[in-house]
């Protein structure tokens, strides 16, 4: 039976970071990832640009060289390829980690585990090592707001490009960038575009340059907008609001659709985590040292997204891409 060193879940920038290190340091390292090279990036919108520049989404001490002060979707594609291939790392695509198990404790008191795949073919396949990091991200798990008729075929929560929604009635949920942005691009696109928000006003989080137009659209009226609102029941045409009157009295209110589209956000995979033997707090997010990055769970590590629980505006590529080499500096220390 084959045991390495670390198995890295997770193939996005933390994921990657920590198997260069695990590389440069001798270690016997496996990425498992359930979808395609840097997953979430890639099912982020074609046209996206990243609020960062382009040196703070570098790893493994390789330049991010771009034209532009905000990096595009695909140049970080490009570069994250350029990276995997400059350090050879060692990757299996397309095979979803489905369960975490820790075997019985060997006689010198270290924890083996086991960790259950099943590839995008539906093979089942068990690996081992001593060491677990958890470099998911939160992209694949959108928050769900659990209202009849969220499951219709024409409710999504994930937003591509606006080409298929000219001239149809728009809803969108949700009060930021991924929302904003939305919007801007789909109203521009020939689409009739209601925007919905829980909250009084949108959030502070929206990329500066984006806020003014978001906002003088909406003040022009070329984008409706519904604050203080609350998504009742979503129907086969049309979707029911509640929206709360600075008078504190609630109106109910029928707006036509043709298109729901629910960017509330999303989470990393708690359920995996628990049932790894993870502590969450009330965040929904694990429990762990903040200097190694090791959860209650000795052996098992979490990095990049895997921390934000509920809180995903805290976890970045640009904080979160130091995660993989501190936790493989430990492992490193109990591996030698």
């Known amino acids: 039976m084959a045991v390495r060193d670390v198995l890295i879940v997770g193939a996005g920038p933390s994921g990657l970071s920590a198997a260069i290190a695990a590389k440069q340091r001798g270690l016997d390292y496996q990425v498992l990832e359930q979808g395609t090279l840097v997953n979430s990036i890639y099912h982020f919108p074609p046209q996206m640009v990243f609020f960062t520049t382009p040196e703070l989404l570098e790893i493994g001490g390789i330049p991010f060289v771009s034209p532009f002060e905000k990096p ?13 291939d400059r350090f050879d790392l060692r990757i299996v695509f397309e095979e979803k980690v489905i369960r975490v198990s820790a075997e019985p404790e060997n006689v010198d008191g270290s ?28 992209y694949d798990h959108p928050n769900l707001l659990n209202i009849p008729g969220e499951d219709l075929p024409h409710v999504h929560h994930y937003y591509s490009e606006p080409h298929p929604y000219y001239r149809q009635r728009l809803v969108i949920v949700g009060g930021g960038n991924s929302a904003a942005e939305a919007a801007l691009e789909l109203y521009r696109s020939g689409a009739e575009v209601t925007l919905v928000h829980r909250a009084p006003e949108l959030k502070s989080t929206i990329k500066y340059w984006v806020r003014p137009d978001i906002e003088n659209r909406i003040k022009e009226g070329s984008v ?3 604050f203080n609102s609350c998504v009742k ?84 590529i640009e904080n979160g891409r130091f995660h993989g080499e501190k936790i493989i500096d430990v492992i490193a220390s109990r591996s030698h």
């Open 72 to 84: 595009t979707r695909a140049e970080a594609l490009k570069y994250y390829r350029k990276v995997v």
């Open 111 to 138: 924890t083996l585990f086991v960790v259950e795949t099943q590839s995008a073919r539906g093979v089942r396949r068990v690996r081992h090592g001593r060491h677990v990091v958890f470099a998911i991200g939160y």
């Open 224 to 226: 409706a907008a519904r």
């Open 233 to 316: 029941e979503i129907r086969p045409t049309s979707i029911v609001i509640s929206t709360r009157k600075e008078s504190g009295e609630t109106a109910v209110e029928e707006i036509a659709a043709d298109t729901v589209l629910l960017l509330t956000g999303y989470r990393a995979d708690s359920q995996l985590l628990v049932e790894a033997g993870i502590e969450l707090n009330d965040r929904d997010a694990p429990v762990y040292n903040p200097d190694t990055f090791e959860t209650n769970v000795r052996g098992v590590f979490v990095a990049g997204g895997a921390l934000a629980g509920i809180d995903t505006g805290t976890i970045f």
